[in-house]
Every structure is written in structure tokens, then in C-alpha cells.
């Protein structure tokens, strides 16, 4: 048998591609399992912070832990009535929106054949009918729903993870050769993941607040509703803000007619504009440390694989997959493509 050293470069990126394909063939397989369990580990990164400053108060461990979930359960259970009211009430009214939204049509194509355009009214129509576009916004939330079926499997998976964490640098040191080098490749890996997370929630936050003030200003229905979806949306990168946009804006069309809803897509193009053009950019600097072209295909395969949570998780999952291989020779060069030019 040839010695495994010995093995040509074409042979062991060939060996690696299979291995590649066959881990993506069963994490896709076992979607179901591994989306509660990844959601699970992030909403852990996510409260150490606040974990770590309630130690630091002098809060027992077994004390903090629970009220750390406790908030994150009042606020997701204030998450699923706000959703689940509005969603409803949407549902009710919609037959309403779509006489609206007929009359506006005839109204704008009429006005179009006027200046010389022909559309075909009953294709137009079809295309900008409000529950077709209600249901294509609306599908990421809706597989994160599907999620809380295992609501209380990932509670209590955070638990054990908030519990185990605190004995993971001694367990490290029992069990690793060098571990002061593997205790701050850990810290690299959770501290650039819970930084992007938590910029990334306040942007989204904010986003999601000043898209509702705007809605609420505008005499849009459910401003809470479209501020909540652009919120979550936000966090897909390049395309979860136009998704978001989309309902709200024909919404508007339907009540208010055509120049009221370009000056809610105006709206729209504001807020997106400064926070995640120009602001965000400003604070996270090159921390995210992936090209444009990386985001947009970890958004794609990741939705693939794992579905709508996959491609909110996108981003992170792949710093995770740059900051590891870049910690080994053989594969840095994996981390240095799936980082920015040096020259940006």
C-alpha cells in the first residue's frame, strides 16, 4: 500500500472533494437534526456576554444561567404573538387586498396604455398578487416557525452547552498537548463569531425599529409585522432586504395607490442605505474578514443545505469554516481565497 505521504496533490484534492461531498450529502440528510443543534450553539455564543457580566455581578451560575433564558423565552414568546396575531389578521383581510389591488391595476394599466405601454392585465396581476408575495417574504419566518417544534430540545441543549462551557478550558488543558494554543484558537473562533452576531442583531434591530416607524408613519398596515420580517431578513446577506421590502411596498400600493408606495420603497432604500451600506460597514470594518462573492454563495449553499435558518446562519458559519482553516498550513490557503483581496 503506498504511503499516504506520498499520494500526488491531484489525488488528495480528490480524496478531500469526496469527503467534502459526502459531509454536505449528510448534514443535508440530517437537516432536522442539525439546524435545532446549530441554532442551539448560536443562541449560546450569544449569551455568554450576558452570562459573563452576571458572574461578574456575583450571580451563582446556576442562577444566571436560567435568567439569561428567561429573557430570550419572554422575548421569542412576544416574537411569536406579535407574528401569529398580525399573520393572522393578514390572512383575514386578504381577500379585501386582492379587490384593492385588481382595482388599482386596471387603474395603473389603463394609465400606462394612456402613454403608449400594453401590459397584459391578467398576467401583471398575477405576478403582483399580494399572498403569492406574502408567502415568498414570509419564507424564511416560516421555516424558523418549523423550528419551534423543537423549542424545548433547544433550550435545553443551550443549558447543557451554558453549563458545560464553563469547564471547557480545563478540559482542554487535560486533554490537548498545547493547550494554551487551542484554548485561544477557541476564543478566536467564539469571540469573531459572538462579535458578528451581536453587530449584526443591533443593525438588524435598528433596521427593523426604523422600518416600523416608517410603516406606522405611512399609514401601512401591520407596521410591526413588516419591522419584525425586516429585522430577520436582514440578517440573509444582499437579498434579505429587498425580500422584506417587497410585501410592505405593495401593500402600500393596494391602500394608498402607486406614488405612496414608491415613497415607501424610498423609505425602504433609505434606512438599508445608511445602516447596512454605509454604517454598518463603518463599525465592523474588515472583521467579517469574507469577500462579497463568498457571502453571496455561503447565502446560496448554506439555504441549500439547511434551508431558510441555513442562509440566516450563513455568514457565521462560514467565518467558522475560514477561522479554522486557517489555523493549519496545509489549509490556509483555503482562508486567504475566502477572505477580501489584500489590496481592499
Request: charged content about 10%; aromatic content about 8%; proline content about 5%.
Amino acid at each position: 500500500m503506498a504511503d499516504a505521504t506520498k499520494l500526488s496533490g491531484g489525488m488528495r484534492f480528490l480524496i478531500a472533494a469526496a469527503c467534502f461531498v459526502v459531509a454536505v450529502a449528510g448534514m443535508k440528510a440530517a437537516g432536522a437534526l442539525i439546524v435545532p443543534f446549530l441554532l442551539a450553539v448560536f443562541i449560546s455564543i450569544i449569551c455568554m456576554p450576558p452570562l459573563t457580566w452576571l458572574k461578574g455581578l456575583g450571580v451563582p451560575r446556576g442562577l444566571a444561567i436560567p435568567i439569561v433564558l428567561l429573557v430570550i423565552m419572554i422575548l421569542g414568546l412576544g416574537v411569536v404573538t406579535l407574528l401569529g396575531s398580525s399573520l393572522n389578521s393578514f390572512s383575514e383581510n386578504l381577500p379585501a387586498y386582492q379587490q384593492r389591488l385588481a382595482a388599482q391595476m386596471s387603474e395603473l394599466l389603463a394609465w400606462l396604455r394612456g402613454h403608449g405601454v400594453n401590459l397584459p392585465e391578467g398576467a401583471v396581476a398575477e405576478q403582483l398578487d399580494p399572498g403569492t408575495v406574502m408567502r415568498v417574504a414570509a419564507e424564511a419566518l416560516t421555516g424558523l416557525s418549523s423550528v419551534l417544534t423543537n423549542a424545548f430540545l433547544i433550550v435545553l441543549t443551550v443549558v447543557f452547552i451554558l453549563f458545560e462551557a464553563t469547564g471547557f478550558t480545563a478540559k482542554v488543558r487535560a486533554a490537548v498537548k498545547n493547550p494554551k494554543r487551542s484554548l485561544a484558537g477557541a476564543a478566536d473562533v467564539t469571540g469573531s463569531v459572538n462579535r458578528y452576531l451581536a453587530l449584526k442583531t443591533v443593525f438588524s434591530l435598528s433596521t427593523g425599529v426604523a422600518i416600523a416607524v416608517w410603516l406606522w408613519a405611512m399609514g401601512v398596515d401591520y407596521p410591526l409585522l413588516w419591522g419584525f420580517c425586516a429585522f430577520a431578513l436582514n440578517y440573509i446577506p444582499n437579498i434579505g432586504s429587498i425580500i422584506a421590502a417587497l410585501p410592505a411596498v405593495l401593500l402600500a400600493f393596494v391602500q394608498f395607490g402607486f406614488i405612496k408606495a414608491l415613497i415607501v420603497a424610498g423609505g425602504y432604500a433609505v434606512v438599508n442605505v445608511v445602516l447596512g451600506s454605509i454604517v454598518e460597514p463603518r463599525v465592523m470594518g474588515r472583521g467579517l474578514g469574507l469577500s462579497t462573492l463568498v457571502v453571496f454563495v455561503s447565502l446560496v449553499f448554506w439555504g441549500w443545505v439547511l434551508g431558510p435558518v441555513g442562509m440566516i446562519l450563513s455568514v457565521p458559519l462560514t467565518m467558522l469554516i475560514k477561522i479554522v482553516m486557517e489555523k493549519g498550513e496545509d489549509t490556509r490557503w483555503i482562508s486567504v481565497m475566502l477572505g477580501p483581496s489584500p489590496s481592499e
